[in-house]
């Protein structure tokens, strides 16, 4: 990975929240089967690095299972 890609990687990285995972509106897009309503739209945001505002969509935290009694 190089250039402009290396960059978005390391943008979203860095932003997303400890163990969370960020992806751009463009990877939305390319996922066959994405559920898309286990992802928060965060929107059009400003990243360190790139030139452009990148839209981005947030992988929401796990639902915590039910123990059984």
Not at 3 to 27: E, I, K, N
Not at 31 to 58: C, N, T, V
Request: net charge negative; hydrophobic share 40%.
């Amino acid at each position: 990975m190089k250039g402009r890609d290396a960059a978005l990687a390391a943008a979203l990285m860095v932003t997303a929240p400890p163990g969370g995972l960020q992806v751009s509106g463009d990877t939305m897009e390319v996922l066959p089967h994405a559920d898309w309503s286990r992802f928060d739209h965060l929107g059009p945001k400003r990243l360190k690095g790139l030139p452009e505002s990148l839209d981005i969509w947030r992988l929401k935290p796990a639902e915590p299972e039910e123990e059984e009694v």
